[in-house]
């Protein structure tokens, strides 16, 4: 008999795990050669440079400060963060093609819809922490409308060059912003007002940040935000939205812990790292902390074991009690010792995706867990 001309399904998932290597490796090796072009030719203009200065507009001072090494150890980063997140893949493929509970638990894992109540608890808990990360925008933007001269659009609004509203223009689109917010929150289908309210909270952000350093205080709640998004355009609330909120929220700190062994390694645990970063703070209670080396040591072992334990949240789902309590002494830790963030951090509200009711919550890996 001939053979047929389609693929068998393990040839085609082979063949697809080859080309997504193949175009890693591409995109990969044309990451190295823009890096090697902006660190041997900073002042020349190219499409890659141009986008670099969007990006991170210092990066010509940075250079200078910290020289072509610190570069090539971040290029070096990238690599092993694709080589890791590959054998992540391929041991998940190889359990879920080996594990004889794994594929009846991984359909279950991403199957059903919220319940109506379940949803309502959804909408609630979002649109009262967006109300909460934003109820000040107004009057910041409104001051910072007098510093004008300052205003640096970055991002995509760098890419666009948006210029900066004038205060009444502020006003009413945070005026709209809230009101397409309210909206959303009481009409489970306002899908319209649910994207309006998510797009203008990103736009504003972005004039906040246009007048200085980028920081991460709304990052997680912003990504949280386009698998909102998800809910409001289907006939019913999929399960699968909610649990891409549960792996966003997993992997943004699982990367923080990975991203202080690979880049920091073991200097990352020395006593002197921390001991740095509290003094540089200068509060009374990390001044205090600096003074003990060995307590330094501990508190870095146990902040990068706690992000790296938010992993668990996906092997059971019944230890997330543990672990956002984790998560809520870290972000205490760094607010009492070096004064970031605060007592109500907008990362600690973005945990309470994690207790929306699903009707079904079969582990991972473990079967029959919960």
Not at 7 to 33: E, I, P
Not at 258 to 267: C, N, Q, S, Y
Not at 290 to 318: D, H, I, K, N, T
Request: net charge positive; with cysteine; aromatic share 18%.
């Amino acid at each position: 008999m001939s053979r047929p001309l389609y693929l068998s399904k393990k040839s085609a998932l082979l063949g697809l795990l080859l080309g997504l290597a193949g175009l890693s490796l591409a995109a990969y090796g044309l990451f190295l050669w823009a890096m090697n072009l902006l660190l041997t030719q900073p002042e020349a203009d190219t499409l890659w440079h141009r986008l670099a200065d969007q990006a991170y507009p210092r990066w010509r001072v940075e250079l200078a400060r910290l020289g072509h090494p610190f570069f090539a150890q971040k290029a070096t980063q990238v690599g092993w963060r694709l080589g890791l997140s590959w054998l992540v893949l391929l041991l998940g493929m190889g359990l879920y093609r080996w594990h004889p509970a794994w594929p009846q638990q991984w359909r279950r894992y991403w199957a059903g819809h919220l319940s109506p109540q379940a949803a309502g608890c959804l909408r609630a808990w979002y649109w009262l922490v967006f109300g909460y990360c934003t109820y000040d925008w107004c009057w910041v933007l409104a001051k910072l409308e007098s510093l004008r001269p300052f205003y640096s659009p970055t991002g995509i609004l760098g890419l666009v060059q948006m210029p900066l509203p004038t205060t009444e223009w502020l006003w009413a689109l945070c005026g709209l912003m809230y009101g397409a917010a309210i909206w959303a929150w009481v009409r489970p289908k306002a899908a319209i007002a649910a994207s309006l309210a998510i797009v203008l909270f990103v736009l504003l952000q972005g004039w906040l940040y246009s007048f200085h350093k980028l920081d991460h205080t709304f990052a997680l709640f912003t990504l949280l935000s386009y698998w909102i998004l998800v809910g409001y355009w289907q006939p019913q609330w999929p399960v699968w939205g909610v649990r891409w909120m549960h792996l966003t929220v997993v992997w943004v700190y699982v990367s923080a812990g990975l991203e202080k062994i690979l880049v920091g390694g073991w200097a990352w645990f020395q006593p002197e790292t921390l001991q740095t970063y509290l003094r540089l703070h200068e509060q009374p209670l990390g001044l205090w902390l600096a003074q003990y080396p060995w307590l330094c040591s501990l508190m870095a072992v146990m902040a990068v074991g706690l992000e790296l334990a938010f992993g668990l949240v996906l092997w059971r789902l019944r230890w997330r009690s543990w672990v956002v309590l984790g998560g809520i002494l870290f972000h205490q830790s760094t607010y009492q010792l070096m004064g970031v963030g605060g007592l109500l951090s907008p990362w600690l509200l973005c945990y309470g995706c994690l207790w929306i009711p699903l009707p079904n919550q079969p582990a991972v890996i473990a079967p029959n867990g919960r």
